[in-house]
């Protein structure tokens, strides 16, 4: 590392002499005096952390064209050799600390300098020899019955615990505070509902948490692996798995929905919920409740909760024609006629672009192509783009995104007619993206899903680029399908 200071001194002489009252001299100086510098060369972190036992040593590197010195501001915490050293020598410097018998940590700060210039500061923070471990605290699991359970705490230091989740049932009977060895006794109401679970928290002197320690009561167990559920129009079963360690049941908050119904409605400890559902004709989402319950013991109540169904509505595709006028030629001569353009690639891309493209899923139809035929699709979001490429020749597509991968894909690169579909919908509140393709007549498949997808937020408008790298490619149509509006939860 390189400082150099440069001392100038230009007293000029204007319309006579300057007399300098006082001194004992007079001196008349250049406009340029020699430079002074130092090239401090060094090899250090910003900091280190040190156990308190000083077994740890801290090295360094040093080198400098003047002689030099490393230097703490604690000296009687710590060994520095060699602490100085000449000019043009490297050195390996060790800096060793003498054990810290305090309860608290200690900071130290090392001096790095050479002549007048300070090179870096080192903070070494060497840890104090204060501890506070727990024994037979390893997550307890408690039975549904009142109960007491307690643990031992190992430490030199004072200490407090206190209940920081499941107040309600969950107490400190003993140990709610403490000084070195102790233990902690906590004191569990029964349990008639279901499996719960309760978090004590352990605090050092300062008061600052330091471990936690989490019990779980036996209780009825009940968890669907999903609270809503989203199926398509023509979707024709969905299901449910349910955790559960006793019996349960399944009924409909509104018995006159009749466009959905169950397998069965009586279940025992994990099973499935089959969820069968009529194609959904209306204009419009569907949408019900049900619940899946316990079957209560003596004196205790039900465990409910609560799934929302919704089915989607079909929702028509837009397609249109590919109008000049709707279009912006981005590169090349594409030519427009009959509501079909034509790319051709001639020394360079051939391109058109439309802007304010909102979600949902868009495929493009190419009539015809050539075997050498590269053809582009972008969806453009600032400097983030979607990427889908149909590349003939290479006989793959090439799906991803700018900023993560790209996966190449093979195809039938033989079919001259190709459907190219990008779905840009939303998955919990994120977008997920899916790349869709028709070869020839043959059914659409999914080539590839990126869900979810984060770095562009659902909702966004893209600018579209439609194109050729390579060959020729005609596109007769486009369409546009809006995303379902699944409505509020």
């Given at each position: 590392?390189?400082?150099?200071?440069k001392q100038?001194?230009n007293?000029?002489?204007?319309?006579?002499?300057?007399?300098?009252?006082?001194?004992?001299?007079?001196?008349?100086?250049?406009?340029?005096?020699?430079?002074k510098?130092?090239?401090?060369?060094?090899?250090?972190?910003?900091?280190?952390?040190?156990a308190?036992?000083?077994?740890?040593?801290?090295?360094?590197?040093?080198?400098?064209?003047?002689?030099?010195?490393?230097?703490?501001?604690?000296?009687?915490?710590?060994?520095i050799?060699?602490?100085?050293?000449?000019?043009?020598?490297?050195?390996?410097?060790?800096?060793?600390?003498?054990?810290?018998?305090?309860?608290?940590?200690?900071?130290?700060?090392?001096?790095?300098?050479?002549?007048?210039?300070?090179?870096?500061?080192?903070?070494i923070?060497?840890?104090?020899?204060?501890?506070?471990?727990?024994?037979?605290?390893?997550?307890?699991?408690l039975?549904?019955?009142?109960?007491?359970?307690?643990?031992?705490?190992?430490?030199?230091?004072d200490?407090?615990?206190?209940?920081?989740?499941?107040?309600?049932?969950?107490?400190?009977?003993?140990?709610?505070?403490?000084?070195?060895?102790?233990?902690?006794?906590?004191?569990?109401?029964?349990?008639?509902?279901?499996?719960?679970?309760?978090?004590?928290?352990?605090?050092?002197?300062?008061?600052?948490?330091?471990?936690?320690?989490?019990?779980?009561?036996?209780?009825?167990?009940?968890?669907?692996?999903?609270?809503?559920?989203?199926?398509?129009?023509?979707?024709?079963?969905?299901?449910?798995?349910?955790?559960?360690?006793?019996?349960?049941?399944?009924?409909?908050?509104?018995?006159?929905?009749?466009?959905?119904?169950?397998?069965?409605?009586?279940y025992?400890?994990?099973?499935?919920?089959?969820?069968?559902?009529?194609?959904?004709?209306?204009?419009f989402?569907k949408?019900?409740?049900f619940?899946?319950?316990?079957?209560a013991?003596?004196?205790?109540q039900?465990?409910?909760?609560?799934?929302?169904?919704?089915?989607?509505?079909?929702?028509?595709?837009?397609?249109?024609?590919?109008?000049a006028?709707?279009?912006?030629?981005?590169?090349?001569?594409?030519?427009?006629?009959?509501?079909?353009?034509?790319?051709?690639?001639?020394?360079?891309?051939?391109r058109?672009?439309r802007?304010?493209?909102?979600?949902?899923?868009?495929?493009?139809?190419?009539?015809?192509?050539?075997?050498?035929?590269?053809?582009?699709?972008?969806?453009?979001?600032?400097e983030?783009?979607?990427?889908w490429?149909?590349?003939?020749?290479?006989?793959?597509?090439?799906?991803?995104t700018?900023?993560?991968?790209?996966?190449?894909?093979?195809?039938?690169?033989?079919?001259?007619?190709?459907?190219?579909?990008?779905?840009?919908?939303?998955?919990?509140?994120?977008?997920?993206?899916?790349?869709?393709?028709?070869?020839?007549?043959?059914?659409?498949?999914?080539?590839?899903?990126?869900?979810?997808?984060?770095?562009?937020?659902?909702?966004?408008?893209?600018?579209?680029?439609?194109?050729v790298?390579?060959?020729?490619?005609?596109?007769?149509?486009?369409?546009?399908?809006?995303?379902?509006?699944?409505?509020?939860?």
């Amino acid at each position: 590392m390189k400082q150099t200071i440069k001392q100038i001194m230009n007293w000029r002489t204007l319309m006579g002499t300057l007399i300098l009252i006082g001194s004992l001299f007079a001196q008349s100086c250049k406009d340029d005096e020699a430079m002074k510098w130092v090239d401090l060369r060094y090899k250090a972190n910003d900091s280190y952390t040190i156990a308190a036992s000083g077994e740890e040593s801290v090295p360094i590197q040093v080198k400098s064209t003047d002689p030099w010195e490393v230097f703490s501001k604690h000296p009687d915490w710590c060994t520095i050799s060699p602490a100085q050293g000449e000019a043009e020598t490297l050195y390996d410097v060790t800096i060793t600390y003498k054990a810290n018998t305090s309860l608290d940590d200690r900071t130290d700060t090392v001096i790095i300098k050479s002549d007048y210039w300070i090179g870096k500061e080192v903070t070494i923070i060497q840890k104090g020899i204060a501890y506070l471990t727990l024994e037979n605290a390893d997550n307890p699991t408690l039975e549904k019955a009142e109960s007491t359970y307690s643990f031992n705490v190992k430490s030199n230091q004072d200490w407090s615990a206190k209940v920081t989740e499941g107040e309600e049932w969950l107490s400190i009977q003993a140990g709610s505070n403490g000084t070195k060895d102790g233990n902690v006794t906590v004191k569990a109401l029964e349990n008639k509902g279901e499996q719960r679970t309760g978090t004590v928290a352990m605090y050092d002197r300062r008061g600052e948490e330091v471990a936690t320690v989490t019990f779980t009561q036996e209780g009825v167990i009940l968890l669907p692996d999903v609270q809503s559920i989203r199926a398509q129009y023509n979707e024709t079963q969905v299901t449910v798995h349910v955790e559960s360690n006793g019996e349960w049941m399944v009924t409909k908050a509104d018995e006159d929905a009749d466009w959905y119904s169950f397998g069965k409605t009586e279940y025992s400890g994990n099973d499935d919920i089959i969820i069968t559902l009529a194609e959904n004709s209306d204009d419009f989402v569907k949408k019900a409740k049900f619940q899946i319950s316990s079957k209560a013991g003596e004196g205790g109540q039900p465990i409910v909760k609560t799934i929302t169904l919704k089915q989607g509505n079909r929702v028509t595709p837009e397609r249109h024609g590919f109008i000049a006028d709707e279009w912006t030629i981005t590169a090349g001569k594409p030519s427009f006629a009959d509501g079909a353009v034509s790319l051709v690639f001639a020394g360079g891309n051939c391109r058109i672009s439309r802007t304010d493209m909102k979600p949902g899923t868009y495929r493009f139809h190419i009539k015809e192509s050539s075997l050498d035929a590269q053809c582009q699709h972008y969806f453009i979001y600032g400097e983030i783009e979607v990427r889908w490429m149909l590349f003939k020749a290479d006989k793959t597509t090439r799906c991803g995104t700018s900023d993560t991968t790209v996966e190449s894909i093979t195809f039938d690169h033989n079919q001259s007619q190709f459907t190219v579909g990008m779905a840009l919908l939303e998955n919990n509140g994120n977008m997920k993206l899916q790349w869709l393709l028709q070869e020839g007549t043959g059914a659409e498949r999914q080539l590839r899903e990126i869900s979810p997808y984060t770095t562009v937020t659902y909702g966004e408008n893209a600018n579209v680029i439609v194109g050729v790298s390579g060959g020729s490619a005609t596109y007769d149509w486009w369409e546009y399908t809006a995303p379902i509006d699944w409505g509020d939860e």
